[in-house]
């Protein structure tokens, strides 16, 4: 059985730091490119972060640059994404997806047909 487990959401003041996780089984993880995508309250989803998985090219919505970073450890099957300078605009509940080849260039859109989905975990930013 596939599965996408995020965990790691929480409750965060402005400023602070929060770290997802994205534990997949059930696939070869280490050969599927990976992304991370939100959807704010009453918005629709966005498309956050994307990492390969052939060379390891990040790639980052103009928003979060320089305060996301997504990483990946194929020897545990796990998905990253460090998140600093949390703005209040960053509360979205958060999923990661998985994508068996993007075929070079990460789709930069939510609209992708991913292969597989997570569950989502809640990031709230907020004093």
């Known amino acids: 059985e596939v599965q996408l487990v995020e965990s790691g959401g929480g409750l965060v003041q402005p400023g602070g730091s929060l770290r997802l996780a994205c534990a997949a089984s059930g696939f070869s993880f280490g050969t599927y490119d990976m992304s991370w995508v939100r959807q704010a309250p009453g918005k629709g989803p966005e498309w956050v972060s994307g990492?390969?998985?052939?060379?390891?090219?990040?790639y980052y919505t103009d928003s979060v640059k320089g305060r996301f970073t997504i990483s990946r450890d194929n020897a545990n099957n796990t998905l990253y994404l460090q998140m600093n300078s949390l703005e209040p605009e960053d509360t979205a509940v958060y999923y990661c997806?998985?994508?068996?080849?993007?075929?070079?260039?990460?789709?930069?859109?939510?609209?992708?047909?991913?292969?597989?989905w997570g569950q989502g975990t809640q990031v709230t930013v907020s004093s």
């Open positions: 990492m390969n998985s052939g060379d390891g090219s990040t």
């Open positions: 997806a998985a994508d068996r080849s993007w075929g070079g260039t990460c789709p930069n859109t939510p609209l992708y047909p991913y292969d597989y």
